[in-house]
Structure formats: C-alpha cells, structure tokens
C-alpha cells in the first residue's frame, strides 16, 4: 500500500463513485466491498487505520452470548436476529481471515447449581442457531475437569463449568489488512488524511474538501456518494452535511488490562456470564499474555480516551472473584480504553442494554451514514451500506457483493500447518519469532524477511518476537507514518507491555529516521509522542 500513489489518485480530479470517511473496520471494510464489485472508491482516514475503536475490541469473533441469553428472557426477535447474523458472519470472518483469526475455547466456571442448566441451555442454543456454520459443540464439565484445564480458578464453591466456542483475532492488523486488500484491488486509501469540510450544490453532497495533515496540503475530491464511516465520531461528520443533525450515536467505554499468561488457561479463555452488575467479563489468552476486559459504561467521545482508575479496579475486584491467585495492579503490563459506537437510542439508559446493532441513514444531504454493530459483522455492515449506495445513486457496479467469499491480504495461500517450519528452516528464525510471523502476515511472511537487511531478525525486544524487519516492511509496505503506527498497530507491543514498548521505540524511530527520511527535529517529536501515548493512552 503505496501512500504517494494514493494521494496521486486523491488529488487526481477523478469523481469516484464512492469516498469513504474513516479507516477502522467498517470503512475499510466498505472499501473493500466497493472496489470488488468494479466501483471506483476512495478512503481518507484523519489518524492511522484503527487508530481508535477498531484496535481496542476485546479480540473476539462472536455471535454474542449476551444477545442471546437477552433474547431468550425478554423474547426479544431483535437479539435473536443479532445472534443468527452474528454466527453466520463469524464462520465468513474465520474462513476469509485464516491467519488472523482462529477457533478459541472458552470456559464458562458455574458456582451455582442452578446456573448449570440455565447457561448449558442457552450455549447448546447458542450451537443450535450456528447450524452447519459450527465451530464446535459446547458441553459441560466437571468441577474436576474445568480445574485442570483452569487451574487459577478458585475451587472453593466451583460446581461446574461449560465449554463453547467462538473466535479470536488481532484487531488491529486485521483493519490493516481490509485496508491492504480495498488497496490491491483499486482503491484509493490513504491514512493522516482528514475531511475538513463538505461540499454542496443544491442541498446535495458533491465532494468533500480534504487536508493532508502530514504535509499540510488542501483540494478536493468529487463523489457520487459519501460514506460516513467515523465510528464514535460519526455525529461530528453529519454535522459537516447539516449542522442541526441530531446526534444517533452513543459511547460506551470498554476497559482492557493485560497482565501475564500465568492468569489465563493456556489453551482456552475463561467467560464470567455475570458480574455483579449483569455484566460479561472475559479472561482470555491473548499473544502469549492474559487479556482481561471489558468494562461497558457511558462516555464521552474523543481520541485516546484514558482508562478510568475506577473500571481498572472494577476489572481487578472481579477478576479476584474468581481466581485462586492475587491480580493487583502491580501486574498490569497494559491497559488501554475503548470507545464502543452504539446507535443511540434516547429511551435507553444502559450501555449494556443498548442493541450494538448497526444503522444506516440517509441524511436529506445524501450523506449516507452507517454507525453501530461490531467487529464481527463489518462485512455485513459494509455490504448494506454499499447497497445503499448503489440504489440510491444509480451507480453501476460490474458485479453484485463478493467478500463473502474473498480471501484476504495474506490467505490465498497460507500453510496452517507447515508455514511455521518453513520460515524457521528457510530464515534460521526462533520458534516464537517464526510463528508471529507466520500468524501476522500470512502467506506474506517471507516478504517480510525477504525486505530485510543482514540483521533484520533481530529482536525488537528480548522478550517478544516482534524484529526490527516488520519496522521496515511497516513503512515500506503497509503506509507506517509513526513510531506509534509501527509499535501500537502494525506490532501489538504498546498494547501488550508499555515498558517493552517504551525500550523499543528508540529503535524503532531510528529505522523509520532512515527509511523515511526523518531529520532530528521529526525524530524528537516521535520520541516525544511515544511518550505521551504510553505514558497516559495509547
């Protein structure tokens, strides 16, 4: 993905058929949609690519046990079709997605006799509603078995447990590589690129005026139709179109911790059905750490939202409920704040109770607006949305949606199976090393390495896989524009271990100093920006 030939396309005076504002899942997802079926389509994206919600999910590929365990006791058809949707699109996202995506137990531990039937029956529902598109039957354990396979569970009062499936998958490289995938098949995507303002004749939507916030430069781009895909800032975009539109997008904070493997099973996550407040809580094993979250409660809308010191202790105090060895905050190696878009609904007072379905909305502008849902059904939400714009604007694709069956950057061919020893034979690199890579990038791994000076495997730091080769391949390949695009997003580092990344990012600039031709003063401010982001949120 090459930026300077994308700003070329950008700033090339083309109408296309479809400009997309913002670069998380959905919009990229839109992207891909569009350009697969012939259209001509333009992404800008003010940050990096899921600089903000995208790369803070809990990492899981789900139907949504919540919807349904919802649906069966209010009979609510709403969360059943949620569920239904959510499982189908949850077999799409594991098939399209190998090397990102895989199959993950979870353990739901029961300390109540009369929670073993009520939460088997909604699990075996749960397999019943994904059909053929299984992943895995769920079935009970004993109290004997569901300690051995969690042996930080605390025993005292524990009657069972159940297991089910569901998935797991890097977030952030997986924006990453809808956006590579939109990239290759003609669409124009360019990150740090911002919609300043839209135009308009006639009441209608023409173009948007743009800003390249790396060099400062303004035009415009023409567009049949606009796609508003900001997320949580979806309402500051409707706005641009109508300044009296009123806001239909509400935030819910999501708090995650990471801390050592030692507190999660090795081979399977661990599902608290319901906390003190309802809620889920999830333990998870998560790139050789332990990642606890989420929280769900009301929130302001902004960049890098700081985890409140009063959801990190919430997340603690539950986790201690239920495992046998102490978690403080001492242990916490990261921690990081979400910000989930929820379609707003004024008669709604709970977060946790607001349908995360997703909405489209035509604005009397034109501006077509798709906000809600989840990471599992980005597809879904990317093919309503160009269908939308297809009939509204009478464009003419040469096909109708394709992603359902589209192999993404890095699965046309990828080796489950050998492609670990193959990168460890070929390139002489440590188990750990080669299946980071391996998982990462896929059938594109070699490239990787391939791209790489005579000491291209050497670690970025001694205690994570991650080598000074993907800093470089970041930046020449797959539009890296900051230390922190390298060590947050394109690596998981920041999000993993603060401190490990706050020892690589030295490097880390020093390779980008000479691949992108930083001087000193663009040096120090990286170093300065790591800083901050590590310091206060990433």
Same mark, same amino acid.
């Given at each position: 993905m090459d930026r300077r030939s994308a700003l070329r396309a950008l700033q090339s005076g083309e109408t296309f058929d479809i400009l997309i504002i913002g670069g998380g899942a959905t919009g990229c997802g839109i992207a891909i949609d569009a350009a697969s079926r012939g259209l001509t389509a333009a992404l800008v994206e003010r940050n990096d690519f899921a600089e903000g919600a995208s790369s803070r999910s809990t990492k899981l590929v789900h139907g949504g046990v919540?919807?349904?365990?919802?649906?069966? /006791?209010?009979?609510?058809?709403?969360?059943y079709n949620l569920v239904r949707e959510g499982l189908r699109e949850r077999s799409v996202f594991l098939k399209n997605a190998?090397?990102?995506?895989?199959?993950?137990?979870?353990?739901?531990?029961?300390?109540?006799?009369?929670?073993?039937?009520?939460?088997? &029956?909604?699990?075996?529902?749960?397999?019943?509603?994904?059909?053929?598109? *299984?992943?895995? *039957?769920?079935?009970?354990?004993? /109290?004997?078995?569901?300690?051995?396979?969690?042996?930080?569970? +605390?025993?005292e009062g524990l009657k069972a447990g159940v297991l089910y499936y569901d998935g797991q998958f890097s977030d952030a490289r997986m924006a990453l590589t809808l956006a590579l995938t939109a990239a290759e098949?003609?669409?124009?995507?360019?990150?740090?690129?911002?919609?300043?303002?839209?135009?308009?004749?006639?009441?209608?939507?023409?173009?948007? /005026?743009?800003?390249?916030?790396?060099? *400062?430069?303004?035009?415009?781009?023409?567009?049949?139709?606009?796609?508003?895909a900001a997320g949580p800032f979806s309402d500051s975009v409707r706005r641009m179109a109508d300044p009296e539109a009123p806001p239909i997008v509400r935030a819910s904070s999501g708090v995650h911790i990471v801390v050592d493997k030692r507190f999660a099973p090795a081979d399977a996550g661990l599902m608290v059905p319901r906390t003190e407040d309802g809620r889920v809580l999830f333990i998870l094993p998560w790139q050789g750490h332990a990642l606890i979250g989420a929280t769900d409660e009301p929130a302001g809308i902004e960049d890098h939202p700081r985890p409140r010191r009063e959801a990190i202790a919430y997340l603690l105090r539950h986790v201690r409920r239920y495992l046998s060895v102490e978690v403080t905050e001492k242990n916490i190696l990261s921690v990081w704040s979400g910000l989930r878009p929820l379609v707003n609904?004024? +008669?709604?007072?709970?977060?946790?109770?607001? &349908?995360?379905?997703?909405?489209?909305?035509? *604005?009397?502008?034109?501006?077509?607006?798709?906000?809600?849902? +989840?990471?599992?059904?980005?597809?879904?939400?990317?093919?309503?949305?160009?269908?939308h714009a297809v009939a509204r604007f009478n464009l003419s694709p040469k096909c109708g949606c394709r992603t359902a069956d589209l192999p993404?950057?890095?699965?046309?061919?990828?080796?489950?199976?050998?492609?670990?020893?193959?990168?460890?034979?070929?390139?002489?690199?440590?188990?750990d090393v080669a299946a980071h890579l391996h998982h990462a990038y896929g059938d594109r791994a070699q490239r990787v390495m391939k791209c790489a000076a005579e000491n291209g495997a050497v670690r970025l730091h001694p205690a994570h896989p991650y080598i000074e080769a993907e800093v470089l391949y970041a930046a020449r390949f797959e539009a890296a524009l900051s230390a922190m695009d390298v060590i947050a997003r394109r690596l998981p580092l920041a999000f993993l271990d603060r401190e490990a990344a706050r020892g690589a990012a030295p490097r880390v600039i020093e390779l980008l100093a000479a691949e992108l031709g930083w001087d000193r003063r663009r040096c120090a401010v990286e170093s300065a920006e790591a800083e901050r982001r590590l310091t206060e949120a990433i």
């Open positions: 919540r919807y349904l365990e919802l649906a069966i /006791r209010r009979l609510d058809r709403g969360q190998p090397h990102l995506a895989r199959r993950l137990p979870l353990i739901s531990p029961l300390y109540r006799w009369l929670d073993i039937p009520y939460i088997f &029956a909604g699990l075996r529902i749960y397999d019943l509603l994904a059909g053929k598109l *299984g992943i895995g *039957g769920s079935r009970l354990l004993s /109290r004997a078995e569901t300690l051995r396979r969690c042996p930080m569970l +605390k025993a098949l003609g669409a124009a995507i360019a990150s740090r690129v911002e919609v300043v303002g839209l135009r308009q004749e006639g009441g209608k939507l023409t173009g948007a /005026r743009i800003l390249d916030r790396e060099t *400062g430069a303004r035009w415009d781009i023409e567009a049949r139709a606009i796609i508003n609904d004024p +008669k709604v007072t709970d977060t946790a109770h607001l &349908a995360r379905d997703y909405l489209i909305e035509v *604005g009397n502008s034109g501006l077509i607006t798709i906000c809600g849902g +989840k990471w599992t059904t980005y597809r879904k939400m990317a093919e309503d949305a160009v269908n993404l950057a890095g699965a046309p061919n990828f080796d489950a199976d050998g492609g670990v020893e193959t990168l460890r034979s070929v390139f002489a690199l440590d188990l």
